[in-house]
């Protein structure tokens, strides 16, 4: 009988086993179907974003098909720029950056709620007779909640309340089960080391600066890609009236070859001034191609500088300008100049902050090489009642836990000491760097200020030179017409008519060029053209 049981099992533990490895397979298949839907979705998720990203390219090559015109301005140049420049984008992330750094610095300073619950079985031999015989088993039922903190003058405080049931088999147990209720306040003050809101605080005041710098190093950004940009949009003006100046001497030189062209045919000039006139013509054309192409780097560098180049609606269509170069002559004065730089100039600004970031950290080093001596006091109320009711009215004044205390620890100082004059170090290394700053400003305001000045007279000279020029080429014309002028001293007229004429237009350039420098220069570049910046 024994026996049929045991084959029974044995035949019921095959089949378990064998019912155990069906689902096992089962479980197995199920994961790798899974796991490769999974797979599947992911390669399908992957080739949609494929074939998303080549709609999008084909879309965007087909835009450029398209013959379109885009006017703009200065101003339309610059908004572009704040709107989608890479680097006006990165650098506007880092206040914000900066920003939870100081969140985080101020953490340290938010009071923490704790709350704690155990609960323990004991059982133990008897000790001695008092405790009964056989085991002692008990019961302990532990929960204590409470809250703690520091404040800025470096006080930490906690205050808990414990509560404990307890209960055992012991005969001597006079309260069984026993329940108590110990609220405990606990104050623990530093005297020197860590003492003060200055020590405790420096961790967000330094967040605070780095902040700050952060916004000066996010407006000097700024400031760099306005001044980029008016400066591309002025070269776009000089090529495009480059092209222009040099398109007219073409056709000047052009229609001289026509008329030299009818005066050989009746014997009035030679083959030579023939030759001469069609040499100047291929000459002419020659640099009238390299002035198109450079017209074309131009348009493209105002584009990508702006990154219109982004735009799939007009990335490849035709700028053309509103503004024109204007030149409003106005006496710089040197001191005011330097004066501003000194006060707008945000790598100037970030220099200060770093400065004061400096000086937190040597008052920090040098309070970490004072002793600590810390005060510690704490106050509490014992409570014990036959149930948590009871525990708490009896967790009054007439049960009170006091204690005091005072804890000292003396460094020896050797890596305090050397953290110390490290941050000297740094500070006085900061200094140095500081006054080069304020030197390569006063050299660089006197430059710009000078250049300002010098292409102001620069431009009443060229426009000067660019009417004589007219008069002259005016006056030999009609002396040509008269034959009295040789077709050489004619192309050579027609030439310094054409460098007058680009060399006013360049000097206007050149000018504007120059207000750039100095608007950038002294800090001013977002004031003088109206921009303000979004609080961060």
């Avoid at 530093?190 to 780095?210: E, H, V, Y």
Wanted: hydrophobic share 40%.
């Amino acid at each position: 009988m024994k026996k049929a049981i045991k084959n029974r099992s044995g035949i019921s533990e095959i089949k378990a086993s064998g019912a155990q490895r069906v689902i096992t397979a089962l479980l197995i298949s199920l994961s790798l179907c899974f796991s490769l839907a999974q797979a599947a979705d992911r390669q399908d998720a992957s080739s949609k974003e494929a074939r998303n990203a080549e709609m999008d390219m084909a879309i965007f090559i087909a835009s450029g098909t398209q013959e379109r015109v885009l006017k703009i301005g200065i101003v339309d140049c610059m908004l572009y720029a704040l709107k989608k420049n890479h680097d006006i984008l990165i650098n506007k992330i880092n206040p914000k950056l900066k920003e939870d750094d100081v969140k985080i610095a101020q953490a340290e300073f938010e009071p923490e709620f704790t709350l704690d619950y155990s609960v323990e079985d004991n059982t133990e031999a008897t000790t001695n007779i008092f405790q009964g015989a056989g085991n002692v088993n008990s019961n302990e039922r532990d929960l204590s909640a409470g809250v703690a903190g520091k404040l800025y003058a470096g006080t930490e405080y906690s205050f808990d309340v414990a509560t404990q049931r307890f209960k055992n088999n012991s005969p001597i147990q006079t309260l069984n089960p026993s329940y108590s209720v110990i609220p405990t306040l606990t104050i623990t003050q530093p005297l020197l080391r860590g003492f003060g809101t200055q020590i405790n605080k420096a961790d967000i005041f330094i967040a605070r600066n780095n902040k700050l710098e952060s916004i000066s190093s996010f407006k000097d950004t700024v400031i760099k890609a306005i001044s980029d940009v008016k400066r591309a949009y002025y070269n776009y003006i000089l090529f495009l009236e480059s092209y222009s100046i040099e398109k007219l001497a073409f056709e000047r030189v052009t229609d001289l070859l026509e008329i030299n062209k009818a005066r050989y045919s009746k014997g009035l000039v030679s083959s030579v001034d023939l030759l001469e006139s069609e040499a100047a013509v291929a000459q002419r054309e020659r640099v009238l191609l390299a002035f198109e192409a450079e017209l074309k780097k131009a348009e493209d560098e105002l584009k990508y500088i702006t990154n219109i180049v982004d735009d799939p609606e007009v990335w490849n269509a035709k700028i053309e300008l509103l503004d024109k170069p204007l030149f409003k002559p106005e006496k710089v004065d040197f001191a005011n100049a330097a004066k501003n730089a000194f006060t707008f100039r945000p790598d100037y600004e970030a220099a200060k902050i770093d400065l004061k970031n400096r000086d937190i950290r040597i008052t920090v080093a040098e309070n970490a090489l004072l002793p600590t001596i810390d005060l510690t006091g704490s106050f509490g109320l014992n409570g014990l009642g036959e149930d948590y009711k009871s525990a708490l009215g009896k967790a009054n004044s007439n049960y009170p836990d006091l204690s005091a205390g005072v804890q000292i620890t003396i460094p020896w100082g050797g890596g305090e000491r050397a953290e110390y004059d490290q941050r000297k170090l740094e500070k006085a290394q900061a200094l140095l760097a500081l006054r080069k700053l304020e030197q390569g400003i006063i050299l660089e305001v006197r430059d710009r200020v000078r250049e300002v000045n010098i292409q102001a007279k620069q431009v009443g000279v060229a426009r000067f030179l660019r009417a004589k020029e007219q008069e002259n080429y005016a006056a030999q014309k009609e002396r040509y017409s008269a034959g009295q002028v040789s077709t050489h001293d004619m192309l050579d007229y027609q030439d310094k008519l054409s460098q007058a004429e680009l060399g006013y237009v360049r000097s206007l350039i050149e000018y504007n060029y120059a207000i750039i420098n100095l608007d950038r220069t002294q800090g001013l570049t977002l004031v003088k053209n109206d921009i303000k910046l979004e609080d961060n």
